[in-house]
């Protein structure tokens, strides 16, 4: 059934054009995304293209969310001969902590129970661990394989540190290309008569109801009448919604990553993706030590590195290596300052003592290449999607670390608003208003990890 409101959609970032979708196969037919740069370009195309269904709780929502969202993508890898290159070589947590191991248990379980698959143990060398397929999404299996087994870890996974004790191989998760499933949705929409207006939203015109809002582009502004507007402007989001009266309790977090030639294949070419838990002092030589000692402005890079440093191959050559050890809010700015120093070294250091073979490159990163952009979060890393402030006006936001993985159920969401009729269940979850609830904003003082790589 068709719908002649008027929609306006602010950015056309994954979350824009993913919600421009979902609301065109819906039936609306008056559809505009305002955008002042190029599609897909702040933060959308700079993501280690990565997804899990494996979220922490407190509760089953996440799991449920992103769960949705990933049946969407892989319709959309199935319609398009799987253009969108998804594939589930799944999450590798490893740790070399004993203390770890029941850690490690306990969140799959948690997991299990939300939702996210069954546990499988394996602690003796006859246990049956079936490995990931290198390419393709199709398989069964979901849920994780806690590894305890030392010779099942090397047979499987020989290029792990000897040290590793415990690994959780999470199924339902991998990456793909960020940028083709961009595409994909960039077509769609413009199939469905979706309209762009190159420029910037300036000012949001309300009352009880949202009424119009103002473009500027090239020096000169016009009006844009709409019944029902969507702010996804990213990292600019909590600026935008500033225009409409909302104040919105996001942050943003720099984060970057590193890419760089391969050439040895210490990542084989087959590996899923890798996350190290523990805690580390970056692997220096003796001499390095010395030096770095001697330094006080160096001096830092002997200290403990947070826990987290993650990668993966890409593609034929190119390993990617992500390592936030830098985390603070910040405002964000455009262009991107400058990484924080020795920022490929550290990674690179970091990940070695995940993948002992990148030791080969240390001090000399092949042809590393750096980029990233902002988190944009809420405290407890859950997204904000629905109404907020006047009646009409709507926001899709605080993807922090997952929203690519989370687009298509983000869209769908926002379209499920805007058309009225019955929510998923884990709708009020991410709704604006959940801050009013004071039950809720005590759950958040006792709110533990966010689940943000
Ligand atoms: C280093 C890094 C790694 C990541 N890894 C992953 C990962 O592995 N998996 C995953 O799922 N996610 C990952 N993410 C997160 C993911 O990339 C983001 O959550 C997602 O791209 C956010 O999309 P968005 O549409 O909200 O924002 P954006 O892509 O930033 O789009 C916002 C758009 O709004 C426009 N805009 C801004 N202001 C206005 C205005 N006033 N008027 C009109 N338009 C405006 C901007 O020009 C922009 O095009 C990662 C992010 C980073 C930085």
Redesign the pocket.
């Known amino acids: 059934m068709p719908h002649s409101e008027k929609i306006v959609i602010?950015?056309?970032?994954?979350?824009?054009i993913s919600a421009a979708n979902y609301l065109a196969a819906h039936g609306f037919t008056d559809i505009t995304i305002?955008?002042?740069?190029i599609?897909?370009?702040?933060?959308?195309d700079?993501?280690?293209?990565?997804?899990r269904n494996w979220w922490p709780g407190p509760d089953w929502q996440m799991t449920a969310f992103i769960s949705r969202s990933l049946d969407l993508i892989e319709g959309i890898a199935r319609e398009t001969d799987n253009r969108i290159n998804l594939n589930r070589r799944g999450y590798v947590f490893a740790t070399a902590d004993p203390g770890k191991i029941e850690f490690l248990q306990t969140m799959s379980q948690l997991a299990e129970q939300r939702g996210g698959g069954a546990v499988r143990l394996h602690d003796t060398a006859g246990s049956i661990y079936t490995p990931s397929p290198e390419r393709g999404f199709d398989t069964p299996l979901t849920g994780a394989d806690i590894v305890t087994d030392r010779d099942m870890i090397r047979k499987h996974f020989p290029y792990l540190a000897n040290e590793t004790i415990v690994l959780a191989h999470v199924r339902r998760a991998g990456?793909l290309s960020?940028q083709q499933l961009g595409a994909v949705l960039l077509e769609r929409v413009r199939e469905r008569g979706v309209k762009f207006v190159r420029g910037?939203?300036?000012d949001i015109e309300t009352g009880a109801r949202v009424k119009s809002v103002t473009v500027k582009s090239d020096g000169a502004r016009h009006s844009l009448g709409a019944d029902h507007v969507v702010l996804?402007?990213?990292?600019?989001q909590k600026k935008?919604a500033t225009l409409a009266g909302i104040d919105l309790p996001i942050t943003a977090e720099r984060?970057?990553?590193v890419s760089f030639a391969d050439t040895a294949n210490a990542v084989p070419r087959e590996a899923p993706m890798m996350i190290w838990l523990d805690e580390q002092k970056l692997p220096w030589s003796d001499d390095e030590r010395a030096a770095l000692a001697d330094d006080p402005e160096a001096r830092w890079l002997l200290d403990p590195f947070p826990a987290g440093v993650h990668g993966r191959p890409d593609g034929a050559h190119a390993t990617i290596v992500?390592f936030n050890h830098h985390g603070e809010a910040v405002e964000p700015e455009f262009p991107l300052p400058e990484p924080p120093p020795h920022y490929a070294e550290i990674a690179l250091r970091g990940m070695s003592t995940m993948v002992p073979a990148l030791r080969g490159y240390q001090g000399k990163p092949s042809r590393p290449y750096i980029d990233?952009?902002?988190?944009?979060r809420t405290r407890e890393n859950r997204p904000l999607i629905g109404p907020a402030g006047s009646e009409g006006l709507y926001v899709?936001?605080a993807?922090?670390?997952?929203?690519?993985?989370?687009s298509c159920a983000s869209g769908e969401l926002i379209a499920q608003h805007i058309a009225g009729g019955a929510l998923p269940d884990y709708a009020p979850a991410f709704l604006p208003s959940r801050y009013d609830d004071p039950e809720y904003r005590a759950l958040l003082t006792r709110w533990g990890d966010g689940g943000q790589l």
């Not at 996804?232 to 600019?236: E, F, I, R, S, Y």
């Open positions: 602010c950015g056309a970032g994954i979350a824009g305002v955008e002042p740069g599609p897909l370009t702040v933060t959308s700079k993501s280690t293209e990565a997804y990456w960020a910037s939203v300036v996804a402007a990213g990292p600019m935008l984060h970057h990553k992500l990233g952009g902002y988190y944009v899709s936001c993807f922090g670390g997952f929203g690519i993985m989370a």
